[in-house]
């Protein structure tokens, strides 16, 4: 599957509108639960309407059952649902990934179930629009060239933005801007 021309440009801008409206900066860390909010979500931890004994189990059953999921409350308004049981760098990526679903208008087209409250997932080319928004959001270019300007080491990026290590190697990847660094740096040695 192949994302739409142009998406991922407008997706750098989207992640850079925000940062901006944030009042975010280059060397700023974003915290997926405040993007939520700002983007107009109520956020709740999944222990507020499930047991947490039904999440610990179901986690036991499944280690990857459920991250996090998006519904409408009755007002309308979107709910941001995580799991409180995932580490801190899990709850970011799994609510930014939600937060991406949303500002991409998708649809949510299949109903799944996590103990007594339904929530709707979506289709596979939604999900992978919202996983490359959601990186854009989290680490948006900017901030990558910001932070390999100072030879920061991935996982010291990993560390200070609370992201995965494997988040940050796959932004380096997908953008290109470790080459495009490593190319001006020959430039202005030769
Ligand atoms: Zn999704």
Partial sequence: MTLRRGFKAESERIAKDIWDAMGLEAHDRMDAVALAQHTGCVVRSADTLVDIAKLKELKRIQDDAF???????????????????MSDTRRNSDVAHEVAHILLNHRLSRLERLGDVGFLSCDKQQEEEAGWLSGC???????LVHDLKRRMAHATIATNRVLSEDMVEYRVRVTGVARQLAAS??????
């Fill in 137 to 143: 959001l989290l680490l948006p270019r900017f901030a």
């Fill in 67 to 85: 991250f996090a999921c998006t519904f409408e409350l009755p007002n309308g308004r979107r709910a941001v649902v995580f799991n409180p049981l």
């Fill in 185 to 190: 740096r020959r430039k202005r040695s030769s």
